[in-house]
């Protein structure tokens, strides 16, 4: 009786909750929109004369794509279903780099908080392997939270001198996993 009590835990243990299913799966469409979006500042960038911001933000969206395979992945090895979702049309007008950066922030601050939540249901059902893949994404939420802090502190000093966001471009292009194309992605 009690080794069937206790094989009926860690069978019950092992799967997916629904409700942490269902939020992995939004998570995975989360990602993609974030993708998008970041594709989306790429192709307004293409359009201007900063190649370095345009190159900084295709890299971002590659990096938001691995995020959301690796969440399929995991929901995938979990054993439970992938569901996926329409993408929202990304934003395609921008009034300048800092207006782009800024709304960068915004959208990694709600990534950061989507994840938040999702770590605070996976702690409600006790399951721990994806608290363990959570802490990865948080980790990595703040690290782009800061690097994007960095540069729109960097853009507000600049204000409209064209010199100092020429610079600042140049910089973007040569941020490390930036301009190196797929390799550099797929290794991300
Ligand atoms: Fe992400
Ligand atoms: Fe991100």
Not at 130 to 158: G, H, I, P, Y
Request: proline share 3%; charged share 25%; with cysteine.
């Amino acid at each position: 009786m009690l080794f069937q009590s206790v094989c009926i835990t860690s069978i019950s243990a092992m799967t997916l909750s629904p409700k942490l299913t269902k939020l992995l799966n939004e998570q995975i469409n989360n990602e993609m929109a974030s993708s998008y979006v970041y594709l989306g500042m790429a192709a307004w960038f293409e359009q201007t004369p900063y190649s370095g911001f345009a190159q900084w933000m295709f890299a971002q969206s590659r990096e938001e794509t691995m995020h959301a395979l690796k969440f399929y992945q995991y929901v995938v090895d979990r054993d439970a279903k992938v569901e996926l979702q329409p993408i929202a049309k990304p934003k395609s007008n921008f009034k300048s780099p800092l207006d782009v950066f800024e709304h960068s922030l915004k959208q990694e601050q709600t990534v950061t908080q989507q994840i938040n939540d999702l770590f605070e249901v996976a702690e409600q059902v006790k399951d721990h392997a994806s608290k363990n893949l959570l802490l990865w994404f948080l980790n990595e939420q703040m690290e782009e939270e800061k690097t994007v802090r960095d540069m729109l502190d960097r853009l507000k000093l600049a204000g409209n001198d064209p010199a100092s966001l020429l610079v600042l471009d140049r910089e973007a292009g040569s941020r490390k996993g930036v301009g190196a194309g797929a390799d550099a992605a797929a290794g991300a």
